[in-house]
């Protein structure tokens, strides 16, 4: 599948996880985080809310953290932020790692406004 399919793939989390509270769902993701140790590597940028982000390893923008990525030893890089950090991170990377964006469709509201600009002002001339 090309990176063009899956951005505009509706992507949904599997039901049984909309249905988990917050305590389940803390627990699942702290035992993950145990069982993969220094193989997982969460990179959280500083927008995340509170929920995402405190499980994140280091924590940052997002030139920042695909730099940081880039020198960790992790098999997996598990991004909570948007689509172009996880690219960058996968360009800087090791061939042995695995960027892993969880949500294809997070975006950056400065890119796309920068998207609407340049499409308005084409538009207009």
């Known amino acids: 599948m090309s990176i063009a399919a899956l951005f505009s793939t509706d992507q949904q989390l599997p039901d ?3 249905h988990m509270d917050e ?3 803390k627990k699942r993701i702290t035992d993950i985080k145990q069982q993969m140790g220094d193989r997982l590597f969460i990179p959280g940028h500083h927008y995340q809310k ?8 280091a924590r940052g923008d997002s030139l920042q953290l ?4 880039a020198n960790q030893h992790a098999q997996y890089i598990v991004f909570c932020g948007v689509h172009f950090m996880a ?3 996968d360009i800087l990377t090791g061939k042995q790692q695995k960027v892993i964006l969880p949500d294809m469709r997070a975006g950056c509201s400065m890119a796309d406004m920068q998207m609407i600009n340049k499409q308005w002002r084409h538009g207009n001339n």
């Open 23 to 25: 305590i389940e769902m």
């Open 50 to 57: 509170d929920e995402v982000i405190q499980f994140a390893d």
């Open 16 to 18: 049984h996880y909309l």
């Open 66 to 69: 695909a730099q940081v990525s």
């Open 87 to 89: 690219e960058t991170a």
